[in-house]
């Protein structure tokens, strides 16, 4: 009986002890708030959504020990101007597209988007298996940031034209809204490219301050409503067959992080960047239909304005690997995973896709 009554006694006083021992474990993190400034306005629920899910898992998995706030393109400082305030600690962190920043150095394309480079699976396979991570640390770090991969808006659009495009001169003489590279690639044949934020591409285009715009695909572009001031809808993006969106973070911010709040933030950014993949593929279609629906004329780049392009791409790169060290480090490194991918893609992926795609479009 003395025995029974003491085990009873001893488990009432572990479990007693275990209470005690969750709150201190608790308050032994610190609480942290962080401001997050982002390159998206707060109407486009997928890209600055996610943002917003990191921050929501980051609040969620430490018991809003630590909490980041988001601010839409700007709140707190322009489109285009996150990562200088992210590199100077005007702010913790920070999410924007690292190729708006090329004049700074043109390697950070490679985090975004290559022009005809990998598409949306393989750019996550180089960024994890292939050594782009590591490369790309090495550059984000020499700005003092501490880059991870937090989403991704997949293949994009070619864009809105006022007027259709049918040989590579059509092109001379536009004046477009295009990011990182492209806009470099298509200066050679004419078209005067310009960095826009997001949120003031429409008004560039209504007033004709522009000719034509891209931004990402159906799903955001309905949104941003280019259908009601550029009528021609083009595809392929072949300047962004992924775009990787970064969290950018102060690298003084990160390394004062607890190891445990490290790992947490890398898990709600690797979470953001599978929901904006999903997220993407489920809506886009929809929104593909509603714009042919109201108007939108869909078309194709014509195929020697895209042989053109691609000429003018690998003369670029061999350009910039001449002159710029670090883009010439890592184009060694990413060509021939490029080129190893396209391998693999062609045998399997593409030969699948290409059978139950055309069969579908024979059913219709």
Request: glycine content about 8%.
């Amino acid at each position: 009986m003395k025995r029974r009554s003491f085990l009873t006694s001893a488990g009432v006083g572990l479990a007693a002890s275990t209470v005690v021992a969750a709150p201190a474990i608790a308050q032994s993190q610190p609480e942290i708030k962080w401001r997050m400034a982002s390159s998206y306005p707060k109407s486009l629920d997928t890209i600055f959504g996610g943002a917003e899910l990191v921050a929501r898992r980051v609040a969620a998995a430490t018991d809003n020990k630590f909490q980041i706030r988001t601010f839409a393109a700007g709140e707190i400082v322009p489109a285009l101007q996150v990562l200088d305030a992210v590199q100077n600690g005007t702010i913790e962190c920070g999410q924007s597209a690292a190729y708006f920043y090329i004049g700074k150095d043109p390697t950070f394309c490679f985090d975004t988007a290559m022009p005809f480079g990998l598409n949306t699976r393989q750019h996550i396979s180089w960024m994890m298996h292939g050594g782009g991570l590591e490369l790309m640390r090495e550059l984000f770090r020499e700005h003092n940031i501490h880059n991870i991969p937090a989403g991704n808006t997949t293949a994009q659009m070619g864009g809105w034209f006022r007027k259709e495009i049918k040989t590579v001169e059509d092109l001379s003489g536009l004046k477009m809204r295009v990011g990182g590279l492209a806009g470099q690639i298509m200066g050679k044949l004419g078209l005067v490219p310009q960095q826009i934020g997001g949120g003031d591409i429409y008004p560039a285009l209504e007033r004709g301050t522009i000719d034509a715009a891209e931004f990402v695909g159906p799903y955001d572009d309905e949104k941003l409503g280019f259908h009601k001031v550029a009528k021609y809808y083009y595809s392929p993006g072949w300047w962004e067959g992924s775009a990787q969106i970064p969290l950018m973070i102060n690298i003084t911010a990160w390394e004062q992080l607890p190891d445990s709040y490290k790992t947490i933030l890398e898990q709600a950014c690797w979470e953001a960047n599978t929901w904006m993949i999903a997220k993407y593929d489920a809506v886009n279609a929809a929104a593909l239909k509603r714009l042919v629906a109201g108007g939108a004329q869909l078309r194709a780049f014509p195929r020697d304005v895209m042989m053109a392009c691609e000429k003018i791409a690998n003369e670029l790169y061999d350009e910039l690997s001449a002159k710029n060290p670090r883009f010439k480090k890592v184009y060694e490194a990413w060509k021939p995973f490029r080129d190893e991918e396209r391998l693999w893609f062609r045998v399997a992926e593409n030969s699948f896709d290409s059978y139950v795609y055309s069969q579908s479009a024979q059913r219709r």
